[in-house]
């Protein structure tokens, strides 16, 4: 166990909170408006720290933005420490609290998406996801609505989900949303991601890959993959454009055969762990059946690096949608028509249900953590692939072991949506 204390100067503090945990430490970040430097710290001798303080600019004002770096802990090590103000050394500011992963250990992760309107019912959902407990949480993206603005980033995520974040590692992805501000620098300045080797530095932590125990999780940026539409899904039906966003294209991310970001997704697959469960997490959905509808080029581009890499995808997860929607499995590592979501009916089974992971991918979007209002229409039972839909804000949770997966969609009322357990 290591604790670590430091002293602090300072009135308005943002945070902490926990970024980037790997299985030999973690960052714990924090912000202030008057916020000193560590004036005093403390570490236990199995491990190390480092502090690093940087001047952000935050609207008009500029703040103090604290990085305390531990490193050097065994995996499965329960990391905790206080925030102290210098004239007290009983009573801690705030507190943080993080667990290095297990390579032998199961998870369990949380997972919620396009959240960040400070919406009643974003706050009201908040007050579910800040007691539930996990060795990590994800976001689909639009972190902060209307464009990912920098101060906004104060009320509609560090204060809002404080307790979580204070213990609970945070892995994002990049929204639509997210983008509008200077082609997503504010996200980039907040969230400390994990930066993997070969991949340009212009694109550093707008896609990135890392393992959890049993799950190796892959996050990708799909924004230029907003406009790769095909006038017919796999699933026949027509593709309108009314709903394009815009996007900001000045580096090449698109999913396609000759990006960076593809070739790089290709190599990740083709190398992870043959004991891990794949998971892919996204902003646009490559399926979906309500007000965007499905990015049948984007399902595409990730049947076609599965087939290359010889791996199959066991989980993609999305947002983009305000609302949930889970797939029948459908797979995308084997050529002909057996990949085609047109193709996947429903078995006449009610939930909660098991299925052999070999069966499939499945096609999960999670977008429903608090936007100011849900998508319709409502998720169509009537589209072949779709096994489950609910038109409700809620989040995920995911119990993983190297065995099963059991994913869980529940409401901000706390009653269960969804429930699959998936085996191999």
Same mark, same amino acid.
């Given at each position: 166990m290591i604790c670590v204390f430091a002293a602090l100067l300072g009135a308005a503090m943002f945070g902490p909170y926990i970024q980037n945990v790997t299985d030999?430490?973690?960052?714990v970040v924090w912000e202030g408006e008057d916020l000193s430097p560590v004036v005093r710290a403390v570490v236990a001798p199995n491990g190390e720290f480092a502090l690093k303080a940087d001047t952000v600019r935050v609207g008009d004002d500029d703040r103090v933005r604290v990085r305390l770096a531990v490193r050097g802990v065994e995996p499965g090590s329960h990391v905790r420490g206080h925030l102290l103000d210098t004239d007290s050394t009983i009573v801690p500011l705030s507190s943080f609290s993080f667990t290095t992963p297990d390579p032998d250990a199961a998870v369990r992760f949380l997972y919620f998406g396009d959240s960040g309107s400070c919406s009643g019912t974003q706050r009201t959902l908040s007050r579910l996801i800040n007691k539930l407990d996990a060795d990590f949480a994800a976001h689909a993206g639009d972190v902060i609505y209307p464009s990912g603005e920098r101060k906004r980033y104060d009320e509609c995520f560090l204060a809002m989900y404080r307790p979580m974040l204070s213990r609970t590692p945070f892995f994002p992805v990049i929204g639509n949303h997210d983008i509008r501000t200077s082609d997503a620098a504010p996200y980039l300045e907040i969230f400390d991601l994990p930066i993997v080797k070969g991949i340009p530095e212009n694109h550093r932590e707008r896609y990135y890959s890392f393992r959890w125990g049993p799950i190796f999780w892959l996050a990708l940026d799909s924004n230029d993959a907003l406009e790769m539409r095909d006038t017919q899904c796999s699933d026949g039906r027509e593709v309108s454009d009314k709903n394009r966003y815009e996007t900001v294209k000045n580096i090449s991310l698109e999913l396609r055969e000759e990006s960076h970001q593809y070739r790089w997704l290709v190599k990740e697959l083709a190398s992870a762990p043959a004991e891990c469960w794949i998971v892919i997490n996204l902003h646009a959905p490559p399926l979906s059946t309500t007000y965007h509808e $499905?990015?049948?080029?984007?399902? #595409?581009?990730?049947?076609?690096? $599965?087939?290359?890499?010889?791996? #199959?995808?066991?989980?993609?997860? $999305?947002?983009?949608?305000h609302d949930y929607q889970r797939s029948w499995p459908i797979r995308m590592d084997v050529p002909g028509d057996q990949n085609d979501p047109a193709s996947k009916k429903g078995r006449g089974e009610s939930w909660p249900m098991e299925f052999d992971a070999a069966e499939g991918t499945f096609f999960i979007v999670s977008g429903g953590g608090g936007g100011r209002k849900m998508f319709r229409p409502s998720p169509d039972e009537g589209v072949a692939w779709i096994a489950r839909g609910e038109k409700k804000n809620h989040v995920m949770q995911f119990f993983v072991d190297d065995r099963s997966i059991l994913l869980q969609s529940i409401d901000s009322r706390e009653v269960l949506l969804d429930q699959v357990r998936i085996v191999r």
């Open positions: 030999t430490g973690g960052l $499905s990015y049948c080029g984007l399902y #595409k581009a990730l049947q076609a690096a $599965s087939l290359e890499a010889g791996r #199959k995808i066991d989980i993609v997860i $999305s947002g983009h949608e």
